[in-house]
Nanobody
Framework: QVQLVESGGGLVQTGGSLKLSCAAS????????MGWYRQAPGSERELVAT?????TTNYADSVKGRFTISRTANTVYLQMNILKPEDTAVYYC??????????WGQGTQVTVSS
């Protein structure tokens, strides 16, 4: 089992920045990647960014150039810059074991005011 706890969400104005953190515990050695997903009201959960154990990153087109994902051994971060109202969502941390197994945090709310 893997436990994930997010922190760092909040309210920010358009153009501002926030940094999300996700602390992982448990069997983290099993994780092949970690990432961030988000879900806005009335929308499906979508990929924001992922980072593999080896450091390879992948970003949604909508956040490229504005968001940066990084990690240490047991923590993954999401630096979010130049935030837009459309970035408003609940952000979820994910721990991934291959394509079929995932663990999820409880989510943290990010609200960008216009």
């Amino acid at each position: 089992q893997v436990q994930l706890v997010e922190s760092g969400g909040g309210l920010v104005q358009t153009g501002g920045s926030l940094k999300l953190s996700c602390a992982a515990s448990g069997s983290i050695f099993r994780l092949t990647a970690m990432g961030w997903y988000r879900q806005a009201p009335g929308s499906e959960r979508e990929l924001v960014a992922t980072i593999t154990r080896g450091g390879t990153t992948n970003y949604a087109d909508s956040v490229k150039g504005r968001f940066t994902i990084s990690r240490t051994a047991n923590t993954v971060y999401l630096q979010m810059n130049i935030l837009k109202p459309e970035d408003t969502a609940v952000y979820y941390c994910a721990g991934l074991i291959g394509p079929m197994t995932s663990y999820w945090g409880q989510g943290t709310q990010v609200t960008v005011s216009s």
